[in-house]
């Protein structure tokens, strides 16, 4: 069974452009999770969708962050216009759902490691 | 607002040493702990989950134990190997409205000698 995956590994870009970053949960995953880590700090939670909807956006730092998970299945997320502080990694999640959640493993992709210059 | 914090911040070991590696948490109203590792470069792969109502979960050289009421979890690794080195973290899953956000520590970053 395929894990998480994410792309792209690595991107690159310059203050001000826009970059797009895309998460494929496992197979049946209806949870789906969007992490970041930024030079020095923790992994920080950004937001969490069930499905294609939004349960919970309070990480997101800012409207310049748009997350959208159209069908349920994959999703995106995108920087638009991208900040020097946005340079971190991006790591997505997966988890099914369960009629306990506290039984609820969260799968980690690779994450996309992006540097704004 | 919940706060991981993982100590030591670095470990290093001889091989087949058993080494203990420390989590805690500042609320106590978690629904499970998870412990991960994180090779260089690479995502997170997750190690253990211990629910809320667990004390320990265990998974070959692996133990880990939570203890709610002091807001600690400790992950145990057994007789160390060098491809037991990499960072380890620990993450918290509370309940905010309907969404199971994970609250991360900062990590041990754990070096395992030849």
Redesign the interface.
């Known amino acids: 069974e395929a894990g998480v995956t994410q792309f792209p590994s690595h991107s690159v870009i310059e203050k001000g452009q826009t970059v797009t970053l895309r998460c494929d949960p496992i197979s049946g995953h209806d949870n789906l999770y969007w992490y970041r880590r930024v030079m020095g700090k923790e992994i920080k939670f950004l937001l969490h969708f069930v499905k294609e909807s939004k349960q919970d956006e309070s990480g997101m730092p800012n409207n310049r962050f748009l997350a959208e998970r159209t069908g349920g299945t994959y999703s995106t997320l995108k920087v638009q216009p991208a900040e020097l502080e946005d340079s971190g990694v991006y790591f997505c999640a997966s988890s099914q759902v369960r009629l306990l959640p506290g039984a609820e493993t969260q799968y980690f992709g690779p994450g996309t490691r992006l540097l704004v210059l | 607002k919940q706060e991981?914090t993982q100590i030591p911040a670095a470990l290093s070991v001889p091989e087949g040493e058993n080494l203990v590696l420390n989590c805690s948490f500042t609320d106590s109203a978690i629904?499970?702990l998870?412990w991960?590792r994180q090779d260089p470069g690479?995502?997170?792969?997750?190690l253990l989950?211990i629910?809320?109502?667990q004390r320990e979960q265990t998974s070959g050289r692996l133990n880990a134990s939570l203890d709610k009421s002091s807001g600690r979890s400790t992950l145990y690794i057994a007789a160390s190997q060098p491809g037991d080195s990499a960072t380890y973290?620990c993450?918290v899953?509370l309940?905010?409205?309907?969404?199971?956000?994970?609250?991360?520590?900062?990590?041990t970053q754990l070096t395992v000698l030849p």
């Open positions: 991981v629904y499970n998870q991960f690479k995502g997170l792969t997750s989950l629910q809320s109502s973290l993450a899953s309940l905010i409205g309907s969404a199971r956000q994970l609250t991360f520590g900062s990590g």
